[in-house]
């Protein structure tokens, strides 16, 4: 198996769909009939407007994300859509840089620019360019776009390296990337790595994610950031792939000075040199205690910070991050499995708004206050694999009796009641699910398989404040958070999360910081002069004695939602007012 026979294999299928011969595309875009290409749109990040939006021939099915959505383009731009096929990104970001930018598609297969240059016709675009030439080999001149962008295209080729490359050498000088790409979380068979039909489906060249970032920040990029992140499944996706494939849209930066691997975090934009401090996975176990959410900050290794503006942690910090390693507060206990319903041997995979409706509303019935849809992103497993990568969050109220009873053993007794209760409730739910002829697994609310409050949040139930707690419009900080993974494969997954205003207000608040009596919560500056929340395990005595003090102190909590969101547009206005 050659690169050119694995060029010319991907060249023809594509030629294919573009002349729709080829009813089948990759598969992580596979669809039949039009309803099909377009439910295949949404699935990946594509809003119901957007797709109105431009030519309907421009969309095939195909793609892994949605790279105009979170790329940030602006008027006046040059935008490079490397893969471009019927145009789809490329009439979207044409929409986003307006009459004073432009968007040029770059396409291997000439039907597929033949196709693309059609839509442009029909959709009246003039500020757009669709051009045939291959990725290792880009037809443009240096330093001469300010954005690439790329949706499930760079996985095809057999040459990464060459092509991100490329990618360096058109972009401008403090230009950008945002790609949506597959990338791979363990070993794929050998098999399936020869196969030049999975080539095509946009497996087979799937790369290691480490390995993935690793060719990007070899080309010359800085500040490689991940945003986004979840296992990719579809219908009659082969079992030795579940939860080995991974989309991933990833961001970075033409700085030649600069370089790093970034993964998503408050800090990241602080400007010093050298590689970042890598935020480990959220060690989260329980919800009511504060034990979530936390970003406890690797070493770096020996000498990676040598002759660099950041000196790294200190020692007294190295230190409590090695202690604090494993949360000792005693969450995370065993629980027995409590389902009644066993999972169906040959599980559904798609349902209907009425069975929606009827599943929320014997989950209201049950005392669930709030009800999200997610995929699961890997970041947020800590423990057990999942089974099923879609998720269905749930939230319970924590009651006043656990807030105004004091650290001791009656607040823990309460506590763990209240888990108990939402794992009962859970269960309950699932088997509903499974009754209905659809497999679940639980994620008890006392386990430590996922973090539950960036889960949350992810689900956009709300938004994760400085305690390391899921604040939602309609508990606050006040509630506990379980999960039922599912075969269900179109849940109706939220693409937009409104409360991401939250953090701006908790930094400017610091209320639970203060009211922590153990001061498990700390305030303190990184190398930059910035301000960041470190949460110290050890010290926290939610889980052993049920202290809610950080929930206590919260205005959300207090004042409501609605009430501290009124007093945050306010100050904003008054501070628009001034400087204009």
């Not at 620019?113 to 443009?140: C, D, M, Q, R, S």
């Not at 219908?235 to 030649?256: M, N, V, Y």
């Not at 998720?391 to 009873?405: K, P, Q, R, S, Y």
């Not at 599912?486 to 608040?509: A, D, G, M, Q, R």
């Amino acid at each position: 198996m050659t690169e050119k026979e694995i060029k010319d294999f991907v060249k023809e299928r594509y030629s294919k769909i573009a002349a729709k011969e080829d009813s089948s595309s990759c598969s992580c875009c596979s669809e039949t009939g039009v309803d099909r290409i377009i439910q295949q749109a949404k699935a990946v990040g594509y809003s119901e407007e957007e797709i109105k939006s431009i030519p309907a021939e421009a969309i095939f099915g195909l793609g892994c994300g949605n790279p105009t959505a979170l790329a940030e383009i602006k008027k006046g731009e040059t935008v490079l859509d490397l893969g471009s096929g019927g145009g789809i990104d490329v009439f979207l970001a044409a929409n986003k840089v307006g009459e004073s930018g432009k968007v040029i598609g770059v396409d291997m297969t000439e039907k597929m620019v033949e196709t693309a240059l059609e839509n442009a016709k029909a959709g009246g675009y003039h500020n757009v360019e669709f051009k045939l030439g291959e990725i290792e080999n880009l037809p443009l001149e240096d330093n001469s776009v300010d954005l690439v962008i790329s949706n499930c295209v760079i996985n095809l080729t057999p040459d990464k390296s060459v092509a991100y490359r490329e990618v360096y050498r058109v972009l401008k000088e403090g230009g950008r990337i945002l790609i949506s790409d597959i990338v791979t979380e363990g070993h794929l068979p050998d098999e399936i790595r020869k196969s030049f039909q999975a080539w095509s489906e946009c497996i087979a060249g799937a790369m290691e994610k480490e390995e993935y970032m690793e060719t990007i920040r070899k080309a010359g990029f800085g500040k490689v950031e991940v945003i986004d992140a979840h296992f990719f499944t579809e219908p009659g996706l082969d079992e030795r792939l579940k939860g080995k494939l991974i989309s991933i849209q990833i961001k970075a930066i033409k700085t030649p000075s600069d370089s790093g691997f970034i993964v998503k975090s408050e800090n990241n934009d602080c400007g010093c040199e050298g590689p970042a401090l890598k935020p480990s996975k959220t060690n989260e176990t329980s919800e009511g205690c504060g034990c979530s959410g936390e970003t406890v900050l690797e070493k770096p290794e020996i000498g990676e910070s040598e002759g660099r503006g950041c000196e790294g942690l200190s020692p007294e910090t190295t230190e409590q991050i090695e202690e604090n390693d494993e949360c000792s507060c005693g969450c995370g206990g065993e629980f027995p499995d409590e389902s009644l319903v066993e999972n169906p041997k040959k599980p559904v995979n798609t349902i209907n708004n009425s069975f929606l409706e009827d599943f929320e509303k014997f989950a209201r019935a049950m005392g669930i206050v709030n009800i999200g849809y997610t995929r699961v992103n890997p970041e947020l497993v800590n423990t057990e694999e999942p089974i099923y990568t879609n998720a269905i969050v749930l939230t319970l109220e924590m009651g006043e009796d656990i807030i105004e009873t004091p650290p001791g053993s009656k607040a823990q007794e309460l506590n763990d009641a209240t888990y108990k209760k939402m794992g009962n409730i859970t269960y309950a739910l699932s088997d509903f699910i499974r009754s209905q002829g659809f497999a679940t697994q639980v994620a008890h609310p006392y386990g430590s398989m996922l973090n539950f409050s960036p889960l949350g949040q992810e689900a956009g139930l709300g938004w994760i404040g400085q305690s390391g707690l899921l604040i939602t419009p309609e508990l606050g900080p006040r509630q506990k958070i379980s999960a039922i993974l599912t075969s269900i494969e179109n849940l109706p997954v939220k693409t937009h999360n409104e409360h991401s205003w939250i953090p701006e207000y908790c930094e400017k608040c610091g209320k639970c910081i203060r009211a922590c009596p153990e001061k498990a919560l700390i305030e303190r500056k990184t190398c930059c002069g910035n301000k960041e929340i470190e949460f110290i395990q050890a010290r926290c005595i939610g889980c052993t004695q049920g202290c809610t003090y950080c929930i206590e102190s919260c205005p959300f909590d207090e004042k409501g939602y609605a009430h501290v969101k009124d007093i945050f547009d306010r100050i904003n206005a008054r501070l628009k007012d001034r400087k204009n």
